[in-house]
């Protein structure tokens, strides 16, 4: 998943994030996942089942919705004494990790020139040490699931819109209470937990960084969730699945990390049963970009590694990808209100650059260690450009394509 990006903007005052949708979950989670289990017995096909509406019913949000986040201050304290503890070697290997986001798939040539023949290798390797930094410099803040969401709902905070969005996903692939669900660069598996929370399936999640799956196998397991999670670079092809393994599919802002676009979805498509829908939510290059335009160059050039993007796919090689591995395109969109994300981009914004400030004078105190001004101001480098691509319409991180593999629900 995209590590979340930070951006520098007119100053505002810090927004305080909305506590009344943050729960450990840990007294009502379980009563929930054993009633959608039961569930699973019924033959009929239905909706997601829903717990008691709370007073986020206005945003379609409910208990069961809250019962799947995280303590904010538990998981505050955790991911700073996280960073607090990094070796130097660890601070060294982060930042030189971000060599792989300055080059591109598309243009091997210079994969090889910058990193060597075994350039996928060493991409992977640059990766782990990535989100093994990135994944808790994100839970300081509400991008804990690391990625900002569609601009679903404008009254709603960034959590409470990855929220909305995830209940988008599941209703968009149909997950069934007992369907089994293959989610790929599944992060810290919050979002699985979210999924099997509030519809009763079974998630599969994979990840190349063993930091983030240790992490996913705890959080679910608190919750009684029997989610699977799984160390694997999804460029390590094929899928150590066996064919029809799986009744759904959906990944969140991973695709740019993937070599062989074409190679995935096709072993995507091998472990689907037939009707099985898939959701795709991705950073893409939009057709207002154009490669021959210096300042589009250069904005392009300073927001792939924000965004932690190796790949630049567009609307286009998504759908054709799918379509190529046999898969039916029902739906290609920009999944944000009005096409934008910026109004969320600075909401994330604001407080990060409030932490960054409160970093760098305890830094300066000698109450932390120098390292949190190296990993604070890398954080928070360059978000104008993200803002103004965005706004330009250049680019966007809520593209969503929907997408079926043909089955007896397509052939009748």
Not at 46 to 64: F, G, T, V
Not at 114 to 129: D, M
Not at 247 to 269: M, N, P, T, V, W
Not at 361 to 376: E, Q
Request: with cysteine; net charge neutral.
């Amino acid at each position: 998943m995209s590590a979340g990006t930070v951006l520098r903007h007119p100053a505002q005052e810090p927004v305080a994030f909305d506590q009344h949708v943050v729960s450990d979950g840990s007294s009502d989670s379980d009563g929930v996942v054993d009633e959608k289990r039961g569930a699973a017995a019924g033959r009929r096909r239905r909706s997601p089942r829903r717990a008691p509406k709370s007073k986020n019913d206005d945003l379609e949000l409910d208990d069961a919705d809250k019962s799947s986040l995280t303590n904010r201050f538990k998981t505050f304290r955790s991911a700073f004494k996280h960073l607090h503890d990094l070796t130097p070697k660890e601070v060294d290997d982060f930042m030189a990790s971000y060599v792989i986001y300055n080059l591109d798939w598309a243009d091997e040539a210079q994969m090889v020139a910058e990193l060597g023949p075994n350039y996928r290798e060493k991409v992977g390797e640059c990766l782990k040490a990535y989100y093994g930094v990135m994944n808790h410099l994100c839970a300081l803040g509400d991008v804990e699931k690391m990625y900002i969401p569609p601009f679903m709902d404008k009254r709603a905070t960034v959590v409470e819109n990855q929220l909305l969005y995830e209940r988008a996903i599941a209703k968009a692939i149909d997950l069934q209470p007992g369907n089994k669900v293959l989610d790929l660069g599944c992060g810290r598996g919050r979002v699985a937990a979210h999924m099997a929370t509030v519809t009763g399936a079974q998630v599969t999640g994979l990840n190349i960084d063993p930091n983030q799956i240790g992490q996913a196998r705890e959080f679910n397991s608190e919750r009684g969730l029997r989610n699977e999670f799984i160390v694997r670079d999804f460029n390590d092809l094929p899928l150590p699945f066996a064919d029809s393994s799986f009744d759904a599919f959906y990944q969140i802002q991973a695709l740019s990390l993937c070599k062989d676009l074409g190679g995935l979805f096709r072993e995507i498509y091998r472990v689907l049963k037939p009707g099985a829908k898939i959701s795709l939510l991705d950073w893409a290059s939009l057709p207002t970009y154009d490669p021959t335009n210096p300042e589009h160059v250069e904005l392009m050039a300073r927001v792939k590694p924000l965004i932690g993007a190796v790949g630049t796919p567009t609307p286009k090689s998504l759908e054709r990808a799918a379509e190529d591995a046999g898969f039916v395109v029902i739906r290609s969109e920009n999944a944000s209100k009005g096409g934008l994300q910026a109004p969320l981009i600075e909401r994330v914004d604001v407080y990060f650059r409030a932490m960054r400030q409160v970093i760098l004078a305890l830094v300066k105190l000698r109450c932390l260690p120098p390292h949190f001004k190296t990993l604070i101001n890398r954080l928070c480098l360059d978000g104008e450009a993200f803002v103004k691509m965005d706004t330009m319409r250049l680019i966007t991180t809520s593209y969503w394509v929907v997408a079926e593999k043909p089955g007896p629900s397509l052939e009748q």
